[in-house]
């Protein structure tokens, strides 16, 4: 009882601050509720930045994956961890400084245009037509991950219930609160994660007698497609394939155009800030991604037989804070599973609300919409998606199978499409229009191409994406002629290191 008492408490808090910001008058405007008036902290921008990056991968595909197969498997791991690392040292900044200078944008493809000085808005539309798709299907992958954790903790619960309860509280508190509240809530949210990360190999090794010849054992279990799955932790760090390598390194790729990342560079109240904001970010993930590791580690000593030999290899994160945690403790360190989901989806919510809103139906539907419409019309937008994304993910068919299978390679085609465009635009001064219009289309044509005809080859789609998408970027630049000087005067004055607006 205990344990439910803690998990239910941490939703009331969750809508307690979003009443908060709903009531207070913070949301007076689009650029409030989609990017919180610029005026996010560095501990806020950062933590908010990496709970909404980490989903329940890191509580329970990671260290699932890990338990069951070994070390081999945090290559992803590896990769995101330097992807996060690079990302905020080298772009964070820049993009917080570049977008402000380019007419105060509040949307990567806002910003994509703007930094070009250009009335064409097709660059933009393009853009947020893939956000508003990709990131939709997002969602739906958020409330089906929500759902399998509330019917974990809560066995009796139908998955029709589970879903409607985690779909209203992510569209409560989102449509409610917006930014403000979402990366507010998103900052305790990663604290909490952190502190469960690493709580429970604290006590596991303070208090068990660990024996490391249990690594070497061998598990098996029967899939649901009634093939047998070998589980053996001998694959090691560094005997994974080359393809393993170079895939989960590229994953670190995505980051450089992933939105509901950048969207937390933006929102930082001063670029000065930055430096503080980029060693919280990075130190997070490297102490969370290693405790998901340890806790998998662990996991193979003291309780392998009973998870592997069922595949129930998932909910070791579950199983071990039940284990060794009074019930009231398991609550606090359960609410962490579903902080990672609701961090995850509110933050892909917001930001396939505002590609509609700030992208498309401001700009070309309505382009003299009033503040108090936009903001109405964001809101709305926030229950529509919603609304589509819980339909996508209820749907039983084979279809809605094959849409959520489609999710695992949006983050490729995010960062192929758009993170060589936006390390040029933030890098280099003779970059123009025509230039990122190409990057962007050759970056998602060849991710999308090499994703059905040469994925055999087993290396992921975003690295050939990415390198062809910068080279052709590059290319369409230099043979186009070279940017007015309304383009070079904003990559001027947001290079000024003296800036800080």
Request: with cysteine; hydrophobic share 55%; aromatic share 14%.
């Amino acid at each position: 009882m205990a344990e439910i008492i803690v998990f239910i408490g941490y939703f009331v808090i969750l809508f307690f601050v979003a009443l908060i910001f709903f009531f207070n008058g913070s949301n007076q405007n689009d650029k409030d509720y989609f990017l919180g008036g610029r005026t996010m902290g560095p501990w806020v921008a950062a933590m908010s930045a990496q709970a909404s990056d980490m989903s329940a991968w890191l509580l329970m595909g990671l260290p699932g994956s890990v338990l069951a197969f070994g070390f081999g498997q945090i290559w992803i791991g590896i990769g995101l961890a330097l992807g996060t690392a690079a990302n905020w040292i080298f772009c964070a900044k820049r993009l917080r400084k570049f977008s402000r200078v380019s007419n105060d944008s509040i949307t990567l493809p806002q910003y994509l245009t703007n930094r070009f000085a250009t009335s064409n808005k097709a660059l933009q539309v393009i853009c947020a037509i893939i956000f508003l798709i990709a990131f939709t299907v997002y969602v739906a992958s958020a409330f089906v991950a929500g759902t399998s954790v509330f019917t974990m903790l809560f066995p009796k619960m139908p998955e029709s219930t589970a879903m409607i309860l985690f779909a209203l509280i992510i569209v409560g508190y989102t449509f409610l609160g917006g930014f403000r509240a979402v990366c507010w809530t998103d900052f305790f949210q990663g604290i909490l994660m952190l502190l469960a990360l690493l709580a429970i190999p604290i006590i596991v090794v303070a208090t068990q007698n660990l024996d490391t010849s249990a690594l070497q054992v061998s598990y098996s279990y029967v899939d649901a497609d009634g093939s047998k799955v070998v589980c053996d932790f001998g694959a090691g760090l560094f005997s994974a394939s080359w393809q393993e390598v170079v895939s989960g390194l590229a994953w670190g790729l995505g980051y450089f155009g992933m939105p509901h990342i950048l969207v937390r560079f933006m929102s930082i109240e001063k670029p000065s800030q930055m430096h503080k904001s980029a060693a919280i970010a990075i130190i997070w993930v490297v102490l969370a991604i290693g405790g998901a590791c340890l806790v998998a580690y662990l996991a193979r000593m003291v309780m392998a037989e009973e998870l592997l030999t069922v595949g129930a290899q998932k909910t070791v994160f579950i199983a071990m804070a039940r284990r060794f945690f009074p019930p009231a403790i398991a609550g606090f360190l359960l609410a962490a599973i579903m902080a990672a989901s609701v961090s995850t989806a509110d933050s892909q919510l917001l930001v396939a609300s505002s590609s509609f809103t700030a992208d498309m139906y401001k700009p070309i539907i309505r382009k003299d919409a009033s503040d108090w419409e936009t903001l109405m019309v964001g809101r709305i937008a926030v229950v529509v998606v919603a609304i589509i994304a819980f339909i996508l993910a209820s749907s039983k068919g084979s279809g809605a199978q094959a849409i959520m299978n489609l999710v695992e390679n949006a983050w490729g085609i995010f960062g192929a499409a758009f993170g060589p465009v936006v390390i040029l635009s933030l890098f280099w001064r003779r970059f123009n229009y025509a230039g990122a219009c190409i990057g962007v289309i050759v970056g998602a044509a060849v991710d999308i191409i090499w994703l059905f005809c040469l994925s055999s080859t087993g290396v992921y789609e975003l690295f050939p994406g990415f390198v062809a998408g910068g080279i052709a970027a590059i290319i369409g630049t230099l043979v186009t002629k070279a940017p007015e000087k309304a383009v070079t005067d904003i990559f001027d004055k947001a290079s000024d290191p003296n800036y800080d607006e």
